[in-house]
């Protein structure tokens, strides 16, 4: 069946708290090259037949995401 | 910078409530070929210099994810 993952990520101008706390913890263990993390929450949907990429888009950008703080990330399978 | 890309998903067999949810709502407003949503994490992590995918890896799987419940996917970048 084929699947379709969204990734919702917040705009790069919002402040990202988590990913702030997981750089702290990083740094405090001692992994010094990174640089920067930002967490996003990612969807794996199995879809019934083709994709239909108008009405996946509209998923993501309207229920899956929180238009006016986050972007969407849709990958369609590849065939 | 380069990026990296961790994608934390749960195992198969770990029941996802939030994925349910979001399966039941868009049944409920008529996106009906819609067979399965599962809900994951998503992390952005920009290093700097070359990633150490050794590295990488430890910090995703170990720190990042919760091992006996979820699944990592590290996505590095392509040069």
């Known amino acids: ?12 101008e919002i402040s990202d708290p988590q990913g702030q706390a997981v750089l702290g ?20 949907i199995e879809v019934e037949g083709d994709p239909d990429e108008a009405e996946l888009r509209s998923i993501a950008e309207t229920l899956l995401a929180n238009p006016v703080i986050e ?9």
Chains 1, 2 share one sequence.
């Not at 069946?1 to 790069?12: A, T, Y």
């Not at 913890?25 to 090259?33: K, N, Y």
């Open 1 to 12: 069946m084929p699947e379709v993952v969204v990734d919702v990520v917040l705009k790069p």
């Open 25 to 44: 913890a990083l740094g405090r263990l001692g992994h010094s090259g990174i640089r920067s993390v930002r967490q996003g929450k990612h969807f794996v």
């Open 71 to 79: 972007d969407v990330e849709l990958h369609l399978p590849t065939d």
